[in-house]
């Protein structure tokens, strides 16, 4: 996620198209109409080498941005022995229609030009004259050594083979590289897979996504025009201006003053600096980033500085916000050891509690900075100035990439457990920010929920695409533990029925021992072992291993034996394989959902007839409704499941009674503009097909009531959606349903945190027929660093004997 970015410049309203990672790229075999290897030079850095380091680029020849998120770049030896490994760089961001992206290799010690910023970094040191490059679907390395079974591997998007390489498309491998001579692929991007009639021998031409070439940046001498040695006209407050976007946008500034407040030397490498003279507008920033690309910042907190360089305003992806930064910087050092200018207090009486104006869902990047009024306004006055923070409240654990969420705001939408509700689309949390480190050499600390950062945090305020505005901290808190517990339920009483639904984040039987050891504990300990369990996110049994195979019985084999190893009982299972490909999730993984269920205490009705694509239907009888087929899938066929999970249909028998049970994983919020992106109000476009997707379940259970307005039917899973939102709405229509989330105390309605908000995707919902149930989340990862899922369980203990009205 941070490892390195994609540089560009994309012009406010011109959205890029993205194409999905999850579409399958066509195997190198047959020719690519998108993504391609466009130029490979080994040479960099050798004798004789004018540019000091190798590299790969790549192409699009399509007509929409191509995501390269996921994807990676890698090398194998011309003349591979045995031992001879490929070598991966890992790719993020996408490359434009018709643009390039440069992953930049290793450097040599020869060589005088730098390559321009490039969008990822590797440390393959190729060679100048034989080798072999693939363009990858995925970051697993290949374990191909022949052109045959290269050509067989499908998560090859394109390769090139050059000098005598074995790995090669078509005729033979493109000759003529050198200390001096790449190999590049024709202006027009055609790709024949045959390497030596596609690509030619000649001078490196090296260009990045935002269209620079070579020519280099970094430090100059105090001679150089470009490094003067007394301040020129333009100021930090100047570059930054009244809105979101520079003034100078583009345009080449010399000699901005400015003390170096904070250094980062990986992912996005650079500096900030901040004028120690401010202006007395509060909308007109004092700090910016200069982007110094795959160069290591030669400069010091407490550096006074003259920075010369290129304004530009670099958008992380289509719909965040930007970041003014100065690029490709040329740097004077004045002095050094100078005191820092004063952060600025963050806290609740200084944070305003509107979040975002709103441009009727338009571009806010035009609109005059209001920091006294909005939130976000006041952060994007701040971006890249020091800030400080104290005692602050943990309200989203620390992650793998070593964030952590905590609020400035303690009083604002508190839970039970210290989190921070998300309840409303009208109503943010403005107190979130999230923190992370510019000390390397410090650990991280390991924070859960409730904990404290106790004292002060003190940093730049930076903005990124994951969750926007963050703390870049140069001084960090130290963590009070709250000994935060998760939690058991009670054990479901003879009489009662008890459901569970699990989101167990794409299990297949290809996972460590230790993570089916801990979702196997999360059933039998926390959920006192429930009689049904209804799981999403199964994978096939070679998870994302994509060769046909759709079946699951190992993976919930090795599921169902280590949660009788952790004391629960010995579950059955029951489930519709999808057809390969069909049912979106990661490529390859075939996800769906599954029935558990505990045979000594519930019996399951098997009814055949049910397939991938039959759907299922209520037949009504004397003895009142069952279903057609069980399990069943609803509506397979229907465009609402498009490349989406489809719900699985179980019929129950409890102590002689029919319960039937629906199991949903309704389709993610991807390509849902961000909250405090430049668009707003923010539009979420996936919404559509949830609600679609309801409406299909709505309409069966409705089919269900129908026959037997007294049928019990309890509907659960990872709806991906919120108790406040249109999918709930529709699923919910005409009192079909009843959501329990909403019976629970509203600071207790969650499970499952993103971005610092306590927020609920998971739930459980039953049918009028099921009149006394009891309800609990059970809070054992969604708010913990270490955690088997991200999201947390749920139960609902039904008495299926009671006459009376419902209760929690």
Sequence with gaps: MHISRPRSVLLAGAVAVTLSATALPAAFAAPSATAVISEVYGGGGNSGATLTRDFIELANAGSSAYDLSGFSVQYLPGSPSAGSLWQVSALTGSVAPGGRYLVAQAAGTGGTVALPTPDATGTVAMSATSGTVALVSGTTPLTCKTAADCAADTRIVDLVGYGSAVV??????????????????????????????????????????????????????????????????????????????????????????????????????????????????????????????????????????????????????????????????????????????????????????????????????????????????????????????????????????????????????????GGTLYSSYSDQNTGRIKVMSLDTARPFPVANVGDVLTGTTTGVLDYDSFGGYNLQATELGTLTDHHLRREVTRKQKGKELAVATYNVENLD????????????????????????????????????????????????????????????????????????????????????????????????????????????????????????????????????????????????????KPVFVIGNHFASKGGDQPLHGRYQEPTRSSETKRVKQATEVNTFVKSLLAADKSARVITLGDLNDFAFSPTMTALTGGKALKPLITTLPRNEQYSYVYEGNSQTLDHILVSPGVRRFDYDVVHINAEFADQASDHDPQIVRVDVNAPDHGHH
């Design 168 to 417: 090669r498309e078509g005729s033979g491998p493109v000759t003529g590289t050198s200390a001096t001579a790449s190999v590049a692929r024709a202006a027009s991007l055609a790709d024949t897979d045959d390497n030596a009639a596609d690509l030619s021998a000649g001078a490196p031409t090296p260009f990045n996504t935002a269209g620079e070439t070579s020519g280099g940046s970094g430090p100059g001498d105090p001679g150089d025009p470009g490094n003067p040695t007394e301040p020129g006209t333009v100021r930090v407050h100047d570059i930054q201006g009244t809105t979101r976007v520079s003034p100078l946008n583009g345009q080449s500034v010399t000699g901005v003053p400015g003390i170096v407040t904070g250094v980062r030397t990986s992912g996005s490498r650079g500096f900030w600096i901040q004028d120690a003279t401010p202006d007395a507008d509060p909308r007109t920033g004092e700090g910016v980033f200069v982007y110094t690309g795959s160069a290591a910042p030669a400069v010091a907190v407490g550096d006074s500085v003259l920075v010369s360089g290129k304004v530009d305003e670099y958008y992380p992806s289509t719909t965040t916000q930007s970041v003014t930064e100065i690029t490709a910087p040329k740097v004077t050092v004045l002095s050094s050891g100078n005191a820092l200018p004063a952060p600025v207090v963050l806290d609740a009486a200084s944070v305003p509690a509107a979040y975002v104006p709103s441009a009727d869902g338009g571009s806010i990047d035009a609109l005059a900075l209001d920091p006294k009024t909005y939130a976000l306004d006041l952060y994007e006055s701040l971006e890249g100035t020091r800030v400080e923070i104290a005692d602050t409240r943990v309200t989203g654990a620390t992650t793998a990439y070593h964030e952590v969420w905590v609020t400035i705001k303690p009083k604002e939408n508190p839970t039970r457990r």
């Design 509 to 656: 039987a290809l996972d460590e021992q230790s993570k089916f050891d801990t979702l196997a504990a999360g059933v039998a300990v926390n959920l006192s072992s429930p009689d049904i369990v209804s799981l999403e996110e199964i994978q096939d049994d070679n998870g994302a291993v994509n060769d046909g195979t759709v079946g699951s019985d190992a993976t919930l084999k090795r599921f169902t034996d280590a949660i009788v190893a952790a004391g629960g009982p010995r579950y059955a299972w029951r489930y519709i394989a999808p057809e390969n490909g069909k049912d979106g999730g990661e490529p390859g993984g075939n996800i769906r959902n599954v029935f558990l269920f505990n045979p000594e205490r519930v019996d399951f009705v098997d009814r055949p007839g049910g397939d991938a694509t039959t759907a299922v239907t209520a037949v009504r009888t004397k003895k009142g409704v069952t279903l057609s087929a069980s399990p069943g899938r609803i509506a397979p066929t229907s465009d609402a499941w498009d490349d989406s999970r489809k719900p699985l249909v179980g019929e129950f028998r409890f102590h002689g």
